[in-house]
């Protein structure tokens, strides 16, 4: 049980007392800057910035506002997201000061969208876990690198619209690149190429003065992998301590990647989506009645069959929406470890309004609380974890599913843009990939098809189909869908009916179950 509420702003003071110091010379091992505005005065137009964050948290606030009073323009921006349109990079597009955004996720923010969408700005959209690896290599010095995600995707193929016409209409005027596909091991891989700054605006929790850096909850995200492949990294951080306060095992980023570190006077957190449970609920132990399968709606029928794939021990990464609920119907003899993209392993329930901290989200942007066994770590960590095979399920939605294991649930071109987010890396980790959805689109368009008609997430990915009418299986052996479940009081032709592509009835064809339901 849980309930949202809106964005809401936090003020923090900030902790900087007996660390700063009024300078007019400035030595090579002296990294503390007196203001905002000294620590970005020296950023160029035509920059290449790399701003670490995760939607509104772990986002260098401070130092976007002192940039944007700055002035610099013609900026390529590198960064997850861009927070939204009043806040966080949101403010650089609302000035004008960006050209190029490098993201994997548009999300919420209607002016990224409308700017790319009428050809005022150029995107370049790039997976999630992708992002974050060609960011760590850029740091480590890696010049490339092959991976699995995206194979068979446009971003391998290329001719995808970075900047359309102006209006958005017309051809596009800049299209993506292709990838170099090699085959390792019967598999295939693409080619991305690192990522640079000329400048790394990151934020961190705590800094000592030689510019050792301490981060907070899930605001690590994207910041250690900037600071690591800016040319220039500033920190921007709620507290300065003076060197030797931490202990070197405690530092999680050293100093040697940050040549300037600032602490405003204030610090302002916003949260986007405020979510907390109800008091009741946040143990998750309340009784709930058994319940009748046919008194259930779409969404929760959906979710309540999805609760029936976990498995004891498992490690499984639950997509936005849909999927995240079915964690709410885990038998109390069953325990799995949930993965959050964004940095989080042995993620928790919705917290009270008491602990709600702005430090610590989901995937979706969302308040949580963590387990007892729980771990942080950064965004290239967390897709370490997945690009290895380490998840054992992944649930998500879709917008287009195909009998042939084909997926589309990022884009549709000139009308929605939210971007992949961490969900092509997630369907081609080779982990379990199940999807939910509700099994036709409004107005009853078929959602499942023989071929999908929307830019892929992945090729031959997924392995079942959840719906509120059916359970499907895509046999990849017989290159066949199998229809294994129907829902109570369905019937096949019903289904066939909804279905925009042939599939086969199992034999042994079972009624739908449900979590929680008798």
């Not at 009998?403 to 071109?413: F, K, M, V």
Request: with cysteine; glycine share 10%; hydrophobic share 35%.
């Amino acid at each position: 049980m849980m309930l949202r509420t809106g964005l809401r702003l936090w003020t923090v003071n900030a902790v900087c007392s007996g660390v700063r110091a009024s300078r007019r010379f400035r030595s090579a091992s002296d990294k503390v800057y007196d203001s905002i505005d000294e620590a970005v005065k020296d950023i160029p137009s035509d920059s290449t910035l790399l701003v670490g964050g995760f939607g509104l948290c772990g986002t260098p606030q401070a130092l976007i506002e002192g940039l944007q009073k700055q002035g610099a323009k013609n900026l390529t921006v590198v960064s997850n997201n861009a927070g939204v349109d009043d806040w966080g990079l949101g403010l650089l597009l609302q000035s004008r000061q960006i050209k190029r955004m490098i993201s994997s996720y548009v999300g919420e923010n209607k002016t990224f969208e409308k700017q790319y969408l009428t050809g005022e700005l150029e995107v370049e959209l790039t997976p999630q876990g992708t992002l974050a690896e060609r960011i760590r290599a850029g740091g480590a010095g890696i010049p490339a690198f092959y991976t699995p995600t995206a194979y068979g995707t446009v971003i391998q193929e290329g001719s995808f619209p970075i900047k359309y016409g102006k209006g958005g209409e017309g051809e596009p005027q800049i299209l993506s690149e292709g990838r170099e596909v090699r085959d390792f091991n019967g598999r295939q891989y693409i080619l991305e190429p690192a990522i640079t700054g000329d400048f790394a605006l990151v934020k961190a929790y705590q800094a000592d003065t030689r510019g050792n850096l301490r981060f907070k909850g899930t605001a690590r995200n994207f910041n250690p992998a900037c600071a690591k492949a800016g040319k220039i990294t500033i920190a921007e951080v709620e507290e300065i301590v003076p060197a030797g306060t931490m202990k070197p095992e405690d530092v999680h980023l050293p100093g040697v990647y940050v040549q300037r570190v600032v602490c405003p006077p204030k610090y302002e957190k916003k949260i986007e989506r405020r979510t907390v449970a109800q008091k009741q609920g946040f143990s998750g132990d309340e009784p709930e009645q058994p319940k009748d399968p046919i008194s259930l709606g779409t969404r929760e029928r959906i979710v309540r069959r999805a609760a029936l794939e976990f498995e004891d021990g498992m490690y499984v990464n639950l997509g936005i929406g849909m999927p995240t609920l079915a964690s709410n119907y885990l038998p109390k003899s069953m325990h799995i470890e949930l993965q959050s993209e964004n940095g989080l392993l042995g993620m928790g329930p919705y917290p009270p309004e008491e602990l709600v901290d702005a430090d610590l989200i989901n995937a979706g942007k969302e308040t949580v609380s963590y387990l007892p066994s729980s771990s942080i770590f950064s965004s290239d960590e967390s897709f370490a974890m997945i690009r290895g095979g380490h998840m054992h399920l992944t649930i998500l939605g879709a917008l287009q599913v195909a009998p042939n294991g084909d997926l589309a649930n990022w884009i549709i071109p000139k009308k929605m843009v939210k971007g992949m987010g961490g969900a092509m890396d997630l369907v081609s980790s080779g982990s379990r990939v199940v999807v939910t959805m509700e099994h036709t689109a409004k107005g009853g368009a078929h959602k499942i098809l023989e071929n999908c008609s929307l830019p892929l997430t992945g090729k031959g990915v997924v392995n079942r189909i959840i719906t509120e009418l059916a359970v499907f299986d895509i046999d990849y052996k017989n290159n066949e869908m199998v229809l294994i479940e129907l829902a109570p009081g369905i019937t096949h032709d019903e289904v066939q009916a909804k279905t925009g592509c042939t599939f086969r009835i199992a034999d042994d064809l079972k009624t739908m179950s449900f979590a929680g339901c008798f």
